[in-house]
């Protein structure tokens, strides 16, 4: 386990909170060893009641005793942030960035600074049920290597890979993914309703549908089609509908969907 390890965060957001909580939840560090720089002060005074860090507007306070400095910023936001804190973080310190679409190189150039962590964890992050890509620079030490995979871990699954090319698939597939998931859990409780269900029972069905197939899915170790198919009778309810899905372009929709998503991520890490 990290000992004291000192954090801080550029941006006090979604994913930076539950990166904090996952950490103090965890016994990575204490409350005192954290600190926040964000601009919206209500966001500030949330989190500073809500788990008694620090808190700041000033980036460079937030990050001046640091360990390890978590870019938590939107990455239309970057540019300005980087343009900031240049020069200003010192060799011992390692940044960790969860900004999408932007690459390793771009953010050591802007940052002036070698030793950068880039991670593209997802919104079940929050509690703990999260999946996280993540690589590294060739100058990022062992100790610090391990120091962010501990933090990483907090969030739920982590991934490590060697090649960041697969960091913007991974932001297409499983950062975008919950989005995804959602779409499909409202769109089966508007279906549900339809039929003549209640919204509240069409909401339980469709919820408890969704996560007992992921989590069989993730248990019985079978391949998905496997498991369609178990569901599947012939000239049964499921057949008609699975052949209703593939006659709308359902499973083309969703690649095209990933796809474009893919070719997003790639756009906003785009340089001038």
């Known amino acids: ?44 005074e949330y989190l500073k009641s809500q788990y008694d860090i620090e808190a ?12 390890v400095v978590v870019l938590a910023v939107k990455p239309q936001q970057l540019v300005h942030v980087m343009t900031e804190l240049r020069g200003t973080i010192g060799t011992s ?68 890979v060697s090649d960041e090319k697969y960091m913007n698939m991974a932001t297409a597939l499983s950062a975008s993914g919950p989005a995804y998931v959602f779409l499909f859990i409202e769109a089966l409780v508007d279906a549900g309703v339809y039929l003549g269900l209640p919204r509240d029972m069409a909401q ?31 000239g049964g309810t499921t057949a008609e509908a699975l052949l209703a899905l593939e006659e709308r372009g359902f499973r083309g929709i969703l690649i095209n969907a990933v796809v474009a998503a893919y070719e997003k991520a790639i756009t906003l890490g785009e340089r001038d």
């Open 56 to 67: 700041t507007e000033d980036n460079l306070t937030a990050i001046y005793k640091a360990d």
């Open 93 to 160: 310190q390692a940044v960790l960035s969860i900004v999408a679409g932007t690459d390793l190189e771009s953010i050591s150039e802007g940052l002036d600074h070698p030793t950068v962590i880039r991670a593209m964890p997802n919104t079940p992050a929050q509690i703990g049920l999260g999946i996280t890509v993540w690589t590294a620079a060739s100058s990022v030490s062992d100790e610090q290597r391990h120091m962010a995979m501990e933090v990483i871990r907090t969030l739920g699954l982590e991934i490590y």
């Open 1 to 44: 386990m990290v000992e004291q390890l000192r954090m801080a965060f550029v941006g006090g957001g979604t994913m930076a909170e539950a990166i904090l909580a996952g950490v103090l939840e965890n016994g990575l560090t204490s409350s005192g060893s954290i600190s926040v720089g964000e601009p919206i002060a209500a966001r500030r």
């Open 204 to 234: 339980v069905l469709a919820m408890q549908t969704t996560i007992g197939s992921a989590t069989l899915a993730q248990q019985s170790g079978k391949h998905p089609a496997v498991l369609r198919d178990m569901v599947t009778s012939p």
